[in-house]
């Protein structure tokens, strides 16, 4: 069985994973207005990779470039560029409510993906907690017919290749630096948008300030995403740590009330009780594993 403390990490790393991307998610969103999508990913990949050069370089990360050829990261760096692609052209097109109930549908996908192609036993009360929680999700979003459309199949095309870029994260070998995947990313997607601009005709204009910071301030959320994204794959088991996903929904609440001062209403905060509750049962069940195993060892 998976230590406890594994699992913690995982949990607390895709918790603050979900809410470094959902604020880069929300500043590109606002940057739109005045940048088309290849521009922006061209700018905020810039970015990130020349902020992260002084910190590979410093840990040494440089020094495994040799290691990055392989093809577990060769798929992830794809699936990533593909599903940065996919994810932002819904998000600028569709509701952000309705696009964060397709993006729910991760944590099913995943654990799937674990149980069938690595061998996960995944036990039937955890996937009821998965469940739980997309329901509580679900009560929290309520999203409208009238918001999907043809988007709504992007959206779900780019959650395909996020489960894709989880499930090489996780085959992955763990001497490669997070720092080194992070940058190489990071490159690889800011090579993308002019190429992407390129196919789709942009017109891009000079940034503004406003742009500017916009897209600096992703870059560094994006940084942070990057690096708790492949840091929580690599640790704990992928069904525990599955139901802690939709934390991204309860993220969102906060951000939509700091920033926009919206008040949650009845339903949001019934399905902000049903996370929490599937978390928490989630949690000391685990932990309650995890000491009857010690107490057995003692036993012995």
Do not use: C, D, H, K
């Given at each position: 069985m998976t230590p406890f403390r594994e699992n913690l990490r995982g949990i607390i790393g895709v918790s603050v994973c979900n809410l470094l991307f959902l604020i880069n998610d929300t500043m590109l969103k606002v940057a739109n207005s005045e940048m088309p999508l290849?521009?922006?990913?061209?700018?905020?990949?810039?970015?990130?990779?020349?902020?992260l050069v002084p910190f590979v370089v410093a840990t040494g990360a440089h020094r495994q470039f040799g290691l990055i050829w392989n093809w577990p990261l060769f798929w992830r760096t794809v699936s990533e560029i593909l599903a940065a692609i996919l994810f932002l052209t819904a998000l600028f097109q569709m509701p952000i409510g309705n696009i964060n109930a397709i993006l729910q549908v991760v944590p099913l996908m995943v654990t799937a993906c674990a149980a069938v192609f690595?061998?996960?036993?995944?036990?039937?009360?955890?996937?009821?907690?998965?469940g739980i929680g997309f329901t509580g999700v679900l009560i929290i979003i309520r999203p409208g017919l009238e918001?999907?459309?043809?988007?709504?199949?992007?959206?779900?095309?780019?959650?395909g290749f996020i489960t894709l870029r989880d499930m090489t994260t996780r085959v992955m070998s763990r001497a490669i630096s997070a720092l080194l995947i992070a940058f190489v990313t990071a490159i690889a997607v800011c090579l993308t948008g002019p190429v992407l601009g390129l196919v789709l005709r942009?017109?891009?204009?000079?940034?503004?300030?406003q742009g500017f910071v916009l897209t600096a301030g992703a870059a560094v959320f994006l940084i942070g995403g990057y690096l708790t994204a492949v840091d929580f794959m690599r640790h704990g088991d992928i069904s525990v740590i599955a139901p802690f996903r939709y934390s991204v929904v309860l993220?969102?609440?906060?951000?939509?009330?700091?920033?926009?001062g919206e008040v949650p209403d009845l339903p949001m905060l019934i399905g902000t009780v049903v996370i929490v509750a599937t978390g928490i049962y989630t949690f000391h069940r685990e932990r309650r594993l995890a000491q009857i195993i010690v107490e057995s060892d003692v036993d012995r």
């Open positions: 290849g521009q922006l990913l061209f700018v905020r990949g810039l970015f990130a990779a020349v902020l690595l061998g996960e036993y995944i036990g039937w009360r955890r996937w009821l907690a998965i918001g999907f459309n043809v988007f709504s199949l992007v959206a779900l095309a780019a959650m942009e017109t891009w204009a000079p940034v503004s300030l993220w969102a609440i906060l951000v939509g009330f700091l920033v926009w």
